[in-house]
């Protein structure tokens, strides 16, 4: 762009701006006005809408005729306004649709449940009664629904006006920010870009003047500064065409020096080098074609100390060198030498040569061949190194290699070489791939775990434990479970150690095939065990006698049944140590001993016998004496007994509770009935037969069904069923038994099954008749109180809601008018207005805490609760109020209770909300909680060191709307303590004060283990 | 040549940023890892603005890789949230009231919709029902403890039955199509999309009802463990919400398409019965009313002499009153 078509841009660049903002700012104006005008229609609705939800809880109270036309009346004003409005944001428009939909359903169920009240008195009845309920539900709910929509209505507007307001300010700072940003951006670069580009043409030309001729200005702008830099640089382009360079030839010079330099050092270092390798360099010329021999040779002075010479003493051809190579290599070397110029490739040799000492050495040769324009080799150059140690070296390995191959191989065991680092397999014998069934590279390949039984014990994590410890010098031996490449696994024992092999630090595993042995060790083993085990375990006592009746062998039951030790019993007769008196202590001669009556006789003999302790004790036994064969042939007897003492007492003790029994049934005072699984009777006391009027025989005509209340018996049935199928123990009910006179007793009867060969049902008849005519009483004594309650709770509850809703209407009145007037008229004006909107703060604050008081009883249900954790609570909601005040919190630790936490912490709330707000003035406010436990519970204390209470408002203070001081002292709604007192009641507690005036007080409360 | 070069990078570095910058202002939590969620919905048309919400991808907006598992009912999908399965449901005011009266551990962060043409009772005409005082005696399939069968009682109420005169077969909707032609049940009490189906399926054979009487809400509940544990992630599913609620609201067609696809509902079907649906986030005492007023109902039905819990204990304000203060009309909900 050209100079003079910027200054132009930058004047009238902030015009266009400043006309852009005025643009702006006025449809701004125009989007907050009509938010404004949306906000007073919203406000409007809001308040319709609250005079409509007073008339119809008014209506559902009373259903008066003049509460149903103002019902109407204010509807109608409603639909109107709700019909007008029109907003344009859709969140708006939806919101307002909704509430549209729901005033339209709420006239219509309004019309209906007016049609229903015409109904009432025509005997309609109950179902009409639900029905109005259910329409009175709708009714109010899509009145909330509407409340709480034309609510948000408002809000939405008004946060729209804000947000108005904010944007138009908002759009105004950033266009004007805007225009100073444009501005700055458009004249400081271009001023800047001038007076650059000036500057940059003046110091070109100057340098240019002095003489450099290649320096260029080289502004490429499209402006008038551009074209003056192009013309400069044109003309200096011009002038150093004319000029030449002269520095070259010296530098040339220079660097040919250097490097003739560098070649000397290098060759001094390569003919030492050359010395320490035994390396030598010759090179041959290919000037005789007829008689290649006497082709001059050079050699470096290594060459010559490797053939035997000093360094220039001889006179070197291609003759001399082939006279030194070994007889037996020289067509070897002069076949290498053909086939390299025959195919152009290196000469490469390996080779012996004879010294002039005539000692033998080995040399390894390579050269290069250099073939001359027409093809022929010219040169040829070489190096020759002697190798003579490396060779004899690996002679000597390779002798000692096949001789270790022979020994290993030969061995019968398997041999295993391994990585001492990583254990990995580096060699097997032959006997190991026989072993294994691998090849020799598989067997590499594979790891130790590969070549054992996979279970535990033989993992590669075992082997390389093993492996570890041989590495670290410890032989190991031990045996192994392996595992063939068939998959046959078979015992090894296995050697251990480290071994240097070929100067390698090695580990040497020597397998030795024991599988047969292991086997036949283990089968042998198995069955002794299992034997021992058998008669080791036996419930029974065993003994083996022979034929004269000596103890032969004895299980440790037998002994440990008699008293003795295995041992003490070997050997001994039976009849002179446990078998030798009769129960009554009469002597017991062996004649008449059925034991030994089975290999006397040859048979079994089994039976009850009286078996004789160590310590002269007897206990009773039930045996068994079976002869015992060898080779068919009796050679004793096995006699096998069991203690039953046990049995013998249980068999006394039934016996005798069958009597004690027979007797309680027939004396107890309460009833006792017998039934058949049909429910008829089989016998039913005497307490049974007063308690219904029948003989015993008269009620074994009967059934309990006959007996039972219709009403019920369809209750007692299912439980009946469930005993009989096993899924209930036993059962108690509580039912009425018609008498022989067909009055009615109440009788609790628990029932359960006796599950004898012949099962039959017993069961318990107590009489509760005269208890539960007691119970009956309070039941509906306590339904009237309770009903009472819930209604004074509903009331309680109802109005809070109600009160709530025109309350919400005067403080956004009072709000808005505060926010419109405050400051614009005159000071009583505003103290008018702050009395307002304090009036409805403390109303607001009435009426929550009204709420929380009628909802006490719909708490949450009880649970365990952390008092300490209930506490915490209560301190954070009073943090602010506690700082305030520069109070002093504290507490003992506290217990766990059952309760309903959120109500518990309400209570410590209050009290230490309470302990801080009257505290004494001047004085740091103190405040302790503590409990203790106290007859079924806990006690809770809240004490501290405030004002105090005078003894005498001990009560009252806990009645709801009670105060002791004016709201200018103190303020509060006087409902806190009224509230703690119903939450600890509801716990089944009390609270009550000890306090004197000035000297602080204790709020304490109780609240019990369990819950009533 | 050099400095000009030299500017235009920084030019271009500068923009860079500038573009980070807003992206990250657009979302604060770009730079972290989303909150991974599970929401169990069922396919009723109610759910719309969590379908519009993952389909516009206004859920990642707000930081949250939420996944929809999709349920028959709303009974359904609180019992997977109450699995640990899912850490949303959202479940009509009847199942919420359940959960009240059984005291389960839930919490109501907002309603979703309303509705009064919600749910119909489609009858079979062989069965001689013509209107809706003939199906007295019979024999109607609903799912019990659910909308539908609060609907029924209010219905048949409303037609001089008593619940007593009819015998309820508990069905779940997937079982209703085979139940009526197999006669098994003279009709059934359903909702949309089945009741769309079902209608569609029978055709003339059938005969649908409805009326006005019950309001359903449609609400998200979450563990209340939740709310003390994680109260930032309820507020990010609910801004996210009512950015769907936005979006529908301005694009109303587009999310239909994207509920029909969602829900299964046909899109015809759908754009008939949008219109009665009521949409908007908001928590208000019209929830605390109709709670009460249905556990009157389960009192006497289910819960003999059982006392009508605190409902306030099951509804949670704070998440909404940080998106939409207004929205919320409740202001002592309790901590249960």
Same mark, same amino acid.
């Given at each position: 762009?050209?100079?003079?078509?910027?200054?132009?841009?930058?004047?009238?660049?902030?015009?266009?701006? +400043?006309?852009?903002?005025?643009?702006?700012?006025?449809?701004?104006?125009?989007?907050? /006005?009509?938010?404004?005008?949306?906000?007073?229609?919203?406000?409007?609705?809001?308040?319709?809408?609250?005079?409509?939800?007073?008339?119809?809880?008014?209506?559902?109270?009373?259903?008066?005729?003049?509460?149903?036309?103002?019902?109407?009346?204010?509807?109608?004003?409603?639909?109107?306004?709700?019909?007008?409005?029109?907003?344009?944001?859709?969140?708006?428009?939806?919101?307002?649709?909704?509430?549209?939909?729901?005033?339209?359903?709420?006239?219509?169920?309004?019309?209906?449940?007016?049609?229903?009240?015409?109904?009432?008195?025509r005997?309609?009845?109950?179902?009409?009664?639900?029905?109005?309920?259910?329409?009175?539900?709708?009714?109010?709910?899509?009145?909330r629904?509407?409340?709480?929509?034309?609510?948000?209505l408002?809000?939405?507007?008004?946060?729209?006006?804000?947000?108005?307001?904010?944007?138009?300010?908002?759009?105004?700072?950033?266009?004007?920010?805007?225009?100073?940003?444009?501005?700055?951006?458009?004249?400081?670069?271009?001023?800047?870009?001038?007076?650059?580009?000036?500057?940059?043409?003046?110091?070109?030309?100057?340098?240019?003047?002095?003489?450099?001729?290649?320096?260029?200005?080289?502004?490429?702008?499209?402006?008038e500064?551009?074209?003056?830099?192009?013309?400069?640089?044109?003309? +200096? $382009?011009?002038?150093?065409?004319?000029?030449?360079?002269?520095?070259?030839?010296?530098?040339?010079?220079?660097?040919?020096?250097?490097?003739?330099?560098?070649?000397?050092?290098?060759?001094?270092?390569?003919?030492?080098?050359?010395?320490?390798?035994?390396?030598?360099?010759?090179?041959?010329?290919?000037?005789?074609?007829?008689?290649?021999?006497?082709?001059?040779?050079?050699?470096?002075?290594?060459?010559?100390?490797?053939?035997?010479?000093?360094?220039?003493?001889?006179?070197?051809?291609?003759?001399?060198?082939?006279?030194?190579?070994?007889?037996?290599?020289?067509?070897?070397?002069?076949?290498?030498?053909?086939?390299?110029?025959?195919?152009?490739?290196?000469y490469?040799?390996?080779?012996?040569?004879v010294?002039?000492?005539?000692?033998?050495? *080995?040399?390894?040769?390579?050269?290069?061949?250099?073939?001359?324009?027409?093809?022929?080799?010219?040169?040829?150059?070489?190096?020759?190194?002697?190798?003579?140690?490396?060779?004899? /070296?690996?002679?000597?390995?390779?002798?000692?290699?096949?001789?270790?191959?022979?020994?290993?191989?030969?061995?019968n065991?398997?041999?295993?070489?391994?990585?001492?680092?990583?254990?990995?397999?580096?060699?097997?014998?032959?006997?190991?791939?026989?072993?294994?069934?691998?090849?020799?590279d598989?067997?590499?390949?594979?790891?130790?775990?590969?070549?054992?039984?996979?279970?535990?014990?033989?993992?590669?994590?075992?082997?390389?434990?093993?492996?570890?410890?041989?590495?670290?010098?410890?032989?190991?031996?031990?045996?192994?479970?392996?595992?063939?490449?068939?998959?046959?696994?078979?015992?090894?024992?296995?050697?251990?150690?480290?071994?240097?092999?070929?100067?390698?630090?090695?580990?040497?595993?020597?397998?030795?095939d024991?599988?047969?042995?292991?086997?036949?060790?283990?089968?042998?083993?198995?069955?002794?065990?299992?034997?021992?085990?058998?008669?080791?375990?036996?419930?029974?006592?065993?003994?083996?006698?022979?034929?004269?009746?000596?103890?032969?062998?004895?299980?440790?039951?037998?002994?440990?049944?008699?008293?003795?030790?295995?041992?003490?019993?070997?050997?001994?007769?039976?009849?002179? +140590?446990?078998?030798?008196?009769?129960?009554?202590?009469?002597?017991?001669?062996?004649?008449?001993?059925?034991?030994?009556?089975?290999?006397?006789?040859?048979?079994?003999?089994?039976?009850?016998?009286?078996?004789?302790?160590?310590?002269?004790?007897?206990?009773?036994?039930?045996?068994?004496?079976?002869?015992?064969?060898?080779?068919?042939?009796?050679?004793?007897?096995?006699?096998?007994?069991?203690?039953?003492?046990?049995?013998?007492?249980?068999?006394?003790?039934?016996?005798?509770?069958?009597?004690?029994?027979?007797?309680?049934?027939?004396?107890?005072?309460?009833?006792i009935?017998?039934?058949?699984?049909g429910?008829?009777?089989?016998?039913?006391? &005497? $307490?049974?037969?007063?308690?219904?009027?029948?003989?015993?025989?008269?009620?074994?005509?009967?059934? *309990?069904?006959?007996?039972?209340?219709?009403?019920?018996?369809?209750?007692?049935?299912?439980?009946?069923?469930?005993?009989?199928?096993?899924?209930?123990?036993?059962?108690?009910?509580?039912?009425?038994?018609?008498?022989?006179?067909?009055?009615?007793?109440?009788?609790?009867?628990?029932?359960?099954?006796?599950r004898t060969?012949?099962?039959?049902?017993?069961?318990?008849?107590?009489?509760?008749?005269?208890?539960?005519?007691?119970?009956?009483?309070?039941?509906?004594?306590?339904?009237?109180?309770?009903?009472?309650?819930?209604?004074?709770?509903?009331?309680?509850?109802?109005?809070?809601?109600?009160?709530?809703?025109?309350?919400?209407?005067?403080?956004?009145?009072?709000?808005?008018?505060?926010?419109?007037?405050?400051?614009?008229?005159?000071?009583?004006?505003?103290?008018?207005?702050? *009395?307002?909107v304090?009036?409805?703060?403390?109303?607001?604050?009435?009426?929550? &805490?009204?709420?929380?008081?009628?909802?006490?009883?719909?708490?949450a249900?009880?649970?365990?609760?952390?008092?300490?954790?209930?506490?915490?609570?209560?301190?954070?909601?009073?943090?602010?109020?506690?700082?305030?005040?520069?109070?002093?919190?504290?507490?003992?630790?506290?217990?766990?209770?059952?309760?309903?936490?959120?109500?518990?912490?309400?209570?410590?709330?209050?009290?230490?909300?309470?302990?801080?707000?009257?505290?004494?003035?001047?004085?740091?406010?103190?405040?302790?909680?503590?409990?203790?436990?106290?007859?079924? &519970?806990?006690?809770?204390?809240?004490?501290?060191?405030?004002?105090?209470?005078?003894?005498?408002?001990?009560?009252?203070?806990?009645?709801?709307?009670?105060?002791?001081?004016?709201?200018?002292?103190?303020?509060?709604?006087?409902? &806190?303590?009224?509230?703690c007192?119903r939450?600890?009641?509801?716990?089944?507690?009390?609270?009550?004060?000890?306090?004197?005036?000035?000297?602080?007080?204790?709020?304490?409360?109780?609240?019990?283990?369990?819950?009533? | 040549?050099?400095?000009?070069?030299?500017?235009?990078?920084?030019? %271009?570095?500068?923009?860079?940023?500038?573009?980070?910058?807003?992206?990250?202002?657009? !979302?604060?939590?770009?730079?972290?890892?989303?909150?991974?969620?599970?929401?169990?919905?069922?396919?009723?048309?109610?759910?719309?603005?969590?379908?519009?919400?993952?389909?516009?991808?206004?859920?990642?907006?707000?930081g %949250?890789?939420?996944?929809?598992?999709?349920?028959?009912?709303?009974?359904?999908?609180?019992?997977?949230?109450?699995?640990g399965?899912?850490?949303?449901?959202?479940?009509a005011?009847?199942?919420?009231?359940?959960?009240?009266?059984?005291?389960?551990?839930?919490?109501?962060?907002?309603?979703?919709?309303? #509705?009064?043409? !919600? !749910? @119909? =009772?489609?009858?079979?005409?062989?069965?001689?029902?013509?209107?809706?005082?003939?199906? @007295?005696?019979?024999?109607?399939?609903?799912?019990?403890?659910?909308?539908?069968?609060?609907?029924?009682?209010?219905?048949?109420?409303f037609r001089?039955?008593?619940?007593?005169?009819?015998?309820?077969?508990?069905?779940?909707?997937?079982?209703?199509?085979?139940?009526?032609?197999?006669?098994?049940?003279?009709? =059934?009490?359903?909702?949309?999309?089945?009741?769309g189906?079902?209608?569609?399926?029978?055709?003339?054979?059938?005969?649908?009802?409805?009326?006005?009487?019950?309001?359903? #809400?449609?609400?998200?509940?979450?563990?209340?463990?939740?709310?003390?544990?994680?109260?930032?992630?309820? @507020?990010?599913?609910?801004?996210?919400?009512?950015?769907?609620?936005?979006?529908?609201?301005?694009?109303?067609?587009?999310?239909?398409s994207?509920?029909?696809?969602? #829900?299964?509902?046909?899109?015809?079907?759908?754009?008939r019965e949008?219109?009665?649906?009521?949409?908007?986030? @908001?928590?208000?005492? #019209?929830?605390?009313?109709?709670?009460?007023?249905?556990?009157?109902?389960?009192?006497?039905?289910?819960?003999?002499?059982r006392?009508?819990?605190?409902?306030?204990?099951?509804?949670?304000?704070?998440?909404?009153?940080?998106?939409?203060?207004?929205? =919320?009309?409740?202001?002592?909900?309790?901590?249960?």
């Amino acid at each position: 762009m050209r100079i003079d078509t910027k200054l132009q841009v930058n004047i009238f660049l902030p015009i266009a701006i +400043t006309l852009l903002i005025l643009l702006i700012l006025a449809s701004a104006m125009a989007g907050r /006005a009509e938010a404004d005008r949306n906000n007073a229609a919203a406000l409007s609705l809001l308040s319709e809408m609250t005079q409509l939800n007073q008339r119809t809880y008014y209506y559902l109270l009373y259903h008066e005729e003049r509460a149903r036309r103002e019902w109407f009346s204010i509807y109608d004003a409603l639909a109107a306004l709700a019909g007008r409005l029109d907003l344009s944001d859709p969140e708006q428009a939806a919101v307002v649709e909704r509430i549209r939909r729901n005033l339209g359903e709420m006239r219509s169920i309004f019309a209906e449940r007016i049609v229903g009240e015409g109904q009432a008195g025509r005997g309609s009845g109950q179902l009409l009664k639900e029905r109005q309920d259910r329409l009175s539900s709708q009714l109010l709910i899509r009145a909330r629904s509407v409340t709480g929509d034309a609510y948000h209505l408002y809000e939405l507007s008004a946060s729209k006006l804000r947000r108005a307001d904010a944007k138009a300010n908002t759009l105004i700072l950033l266009l004007l920010l805007a225009s100073v940003l444009v501005t700055l951006s458009t004249l400081f670069p271009m001023n800047r870009k001038l007076s650059s580009s000036i500057s940059r043409l003046a110091a070109g030309a100057s340098l240019i003047g002095k003489g450099n001729l290649d320096h260029r200005i080289g502004i490429s702008t499209d402006d008038e500064i551009g074209e003056l830099s192009a013309a400069f640089d044109r003309m +200096t $382009a011009s002038l150093k065409a004319t000029t030449v360079s002269r520095d070259e030839l010296a530098a040339e010079v220079t660097r040919r020096k250097r490097v003739e330099e560098a070649l000397r050092s290098s060759e001094a270092i390569l003919k030492q080098a050359g010395q320490m390798a035994r390396l030598g360099a010759w090179h041959i010329e290919f000037v005789n074609e007829l008689d290649p021999d006497r082709n001059p040779l050079h050699w470096s002075d290594e060459v010559y100390r490797i053939f035997g010479y000093e360094p220039g003493g001889v006179t070197v051809t291609n003759a001399l060198f082939f006279g030194h190579v070994h007889p037996d290599e020289r067509a070897l070397v002069r076949s290498a030498v053909a086939e390299a110029i025959a195919k152009r490739v290196p000469y490469s040799v390996e080779h012996r040569i004879v010294r002039t000492d005539g000692s033998e050495r *080995f040399v390894l040769e390579h050269a290069e061949i250099f073939f001359g324009p027409e093809g022929r080799p010219a040169r040829m150059i070489g190096a020759v190194q002697d190798i003579t140690e490396r060779k004899r /070296a690996e002679q000597a390995v390779r002798i000692s290699e096949e001789s270790y191959r022979a020994v290993f191989n030969s061995s019968n065991d398997a041999i295993f070489i391994h990585d001492i680092e990583t254990g990995r397999i580096l060699d097997v014998n032959d006997t190991t791939l026989r072993l294994y069934g691998y090849t020799r590279d598989e067997i590499r390949s594979v790891n130790v775990e590969r070549l054992s039984e996979p279970v535990s014990g033989f993992t590669q994590q075992a082997a390389l434990e093993a492996l570890r410890k041989a590495a670290a010098g410890e032989p190991q031996i031990f045996e192994w479970l392996a595992r063939n490449k068939a998959g046959r696994t078979f015992w090894v024992e296995v050697s251990l150690k480290r071994a240097t092999l070929g100067g390698n630090d090695r580990l040497l595993a020597v397998v030795h095939d024991i599988d047969e042995r292991k086997r036949n060790d283990e089968a042998f083993r198995r069955v002794s065990q299992q034997n021992e085990l058998i008669l080791e375990h036996a419930g029974e006592g065993i003994f083996g006698l022979d034929l004269k009746g000596m103890v032969t062998f004895v299980n440790a039951r037998a002994a440990h049944l008699l008293g003795y030790h295995r041992g003490e019993l070997m050997g001994t007769h039976s009849h002179t +140590t446990w078998h030798y008196r009769h129960a009554d202590g009469s002597a017991y001669p062996p004649a008449d001993c059925p034991i030994y009556a089975a290999y006397k006789e040859g048979a079994v003999r089994s039976g009850e016998e009286i078996f004789w302790r160590k310590d002269g004790t007897s206990f009773p036994v039930d045996f068994t004496s079976r002869p015992l064969y060898v080779s068919g042939r009796i050679t004793g007897a096995v006699v096998i007994y069991r203690d039953i003492t046990e049995r013998k007492r249980a068999e006394t003790e039934l016996r005798e509770s069958e009597e004690r029994f027979r007797v309680m049934y027939e004396q107890a005072a309460i009833g006792i009935e017998m039934l058949d699984l049909g429910g008829r009777y089989l016998s039913g006391n &005497g $307490a049974l037969g007063a308690l219904l009027g029948y003989s015993e025989e008269e009620l074994q005509q009967l059934t *309990f069904a006959s007996v039972t209340d219709p009403d019920d018996l369809a209750r007692e049935l299912p439980l009946i069923r469930e005993l009989l199928e096993g899924r209930l123990p036993s059962y108690s009910i509580e039912k009425r038994y018609r008498t022989r006179t067909g009055a009615a007793v109440w009788v609790r009867v628990t029932s359960s099954l006796a599950r004898t060969s012949r099962p039959y049902r017993i069961s318990i008849i107590e009489d509760i008749t005269e208890r539960k005519r007691g119970e009956q009483e309070l039941t509906r004594l306590v339904g009237e109180l309770e009903r009472s309650n819930k209604e004074l709770e509903q009331f309680a509850y109802v109005a809070s809601h109600d009160l709530q809703e025109p309350l919400r209407m005067v403080a956004s009145y009072v709000q808005l008018f505060e926010r419109k007037y405050k400051g614009s008229l005159d000071d009583k004006a505003d103290k008018y207005i702050f *009395f307002a909107v304090d009036g409805v703060k403390r109303m607001q604050k009435l009426i929550d &805490g009204l709420l929380a008081y009628s909802r006490v009883s719909r708490g949450a249900s009880f649970g365990p609760v952390d008092m300490n954790r209930a506490f915490g609570q209560a301190l954070a909601n009073l943090m602010i109020a506690v700082r305030e005040a520069g109070a002093v919190v504290t507490r003992d630790e506290l217990p766990r209770v059952t309760g309903d936490e959120t109500q518990l912490a309400q209570v410590f709330q209050n009290l230490i909300g309470n302990a801080v707000k009257f505290r004494k003035r001047g004085e740091t406010p103190r405040v302790h909680v503590s409990a203790r436990r106290a007859d079924g &519970g806990w006690l809770f204390s809240v004490a501290d060191n405030g004002i105090g209470i005078d003894p005498q408002y001990a009560q009252r203070i806990f009645q709801i709307f009670q105060r002791l001081h004016s709201r200018e002292e103190y303020p509060g709604t006087g409902i &806190g303590l009224s509230l703690c007192k119903r939450i600890v009641e509801r716990h089944g507690g009390d609270i009550w004060v000890e306090s004197e005036p000035g000297r602080g007080a204790t709020f304490t409360f109780s609240i019990p283990e369990r819950m009533p | 040549m050099l400095k000009r070069r030299r500017i235009i990078v920084l030019a %271009i570095l500068a923009a860079l940023a500038i573009g980070l910058a807003a992206v990250q202002l657009r !979302h604060p939590d770009g730079g972290q890892e989303r909150r991974a969620l599970a929401i169990a919905v069922s396919f009723d048309p109610s759910s719309a603005p969590i379908f519009v919400a993952d389909a516009k991808g206004f859920f990642r907006d707000e930081g %949250i890789n939420a996944s929809l598992l999709m349920h028959m009912t709303g009974k359904a999908a609180l019992g997977t949230m109450l699995k640990g399965k899912a850490q949303f449901a959202t479940i009509a005011d009847t199942v919420l009231m359940f959960a009240g009266m059984d005291g389960l551990p839930i919490r109501c962060v907002t309603v979703i919709a309303e #509705s009064t043409r !919600h !749910h @119909r =009772v489609i009858a079979l005409r062989s069965s001689g029902i013509v209107r809706g005082e003939d199906l @007295r005696g019979k024999r109607i399939g609903v799912p019990a403890r659910t909308t539908g069968e609060f609907f029924l009682y209010t219905f048949l109420l409303f037609r001089g039955i008593r619940f007593s005169e009819v015998t309820l077969v508990d069905l779940q909707p997937e079982q209703m199509l085979a139940a009526l032609e197999q006669g098994r049940v003279d009709a =059934v009490a359903a909702w949309n999309p089945t009741a769309g189906r079902l209608t569609q399926a029978l055709t003339a054979r059938a005969i649908e009802f409805s009326d006005e009487n019950y309001l359903m #809400s449609w609400n998200l509940v979450v563990p209340g463990a939740l709310t003390t544990a994680d109260p930032a992630v309820i @507020r990010k599913v609910l801004a996210a919400m009512r950015k769907a609620q936005r979006f529908m609201e301005q694009q109303p067609e587009a999310a239909v398409s994207i509920t029909s696809r969602y #829900s299964g509902t046909e899109p015809d079907l759908l754009r008939r019965e949008w219109q009665s649906y009521r949409f908007g986030l @908001r928590l208000g005492e #019209s929830l605390l009313i109709d709670l009460e007023d249905q556990a009157r109902w389960a009192v006497k039905f289910y819960y003999p002499r059982r006392a009508i819990p605190d409902f306030t204990c099951y509804l949670y304000g704070d998440g909404l009153r940080a998106v939409d203060p207004s929205a =919320v009309g409740i202001r002592d909900e309790r901590v249960p």
